[in-house]
Each structure stands twice: as C-alpha cells, then as structure tokens.
C-alpha cells in the first residue's frame, strides 16, 4: 500500500506536470542540501504523526501532569514553532521533591 501512495504521488506531482511541459519527468533538481527526494516524498506521505496543541495546553500539561514550571517563552503564532523553557522540581538528598 506505501509503494503504491508513494508512486501515486510521484506520477501526480512529478511525471504529469513534467510531461506536460514537454520535460523530462525523471530530473530531479539537485538541492544544496537536505534530504534525497524519494526521502521528502516518504516523509511528506507518512512522516511522524502528530496533534497541534495552542502554548496554554502545553504549559497546563508541563505543569499539572509533569509538576514543571513555566519560566520563558516565545510564542510566534501562525505556523511558526513557539519555544517553552521549563523548570523541573527540585529534589532533596532523599529523593522528595521540594515545593
């Protein structure tokens, strides 16, 4: 099932709109850097999943389920990445976390 959505999109995205260009359809532009294209093209079909969450869920959770403190951050908004700094609880010698 992979192979067949990984060249279902190469097809639809690479050869079609090169034929109908009157390109080659098999010339991959070379990037300075990054990833090979059959990588990109796995990775944009299958990557990682994962769930957007807004910085109020992160920081409840952080803070409520992990006992962290919120200490820093820079929420950007958009697509953009928002950086957390949180603060573990300290410990005593005996192991009891400190308030």
């Given at each position: 099932m992979r192979g067949w959505m990984v060249a279902s999109y190469?097809?639809?995205n690479q050869v079609i709109p090169s034929l109908r260009n009157?390109?080659?359809p098999f010339k991959v532009k070379k990037k300075a850097r990054g990833m090979g294209y059959l990588t990109d093209v796995i990775d944009w079909l299958g990557g990682y999943p994962y769930e957007f969450a807004k910085p109020d869920e992160i920081i409840a959770f952080c803070e409520r389920s992990l006992g962290m403190r919120c200490?820093?951050?820079r929420i950007k908004g958009g697509l953009s990445n928002n950086e957390f700094v949180f603060e573990a609880p300290a410990s005593s010698s005996d192991g009891a976390t400190l308030p």
């Open positions: 190469i097809l639809e009157f390109g080659n200490r820093k951050t």
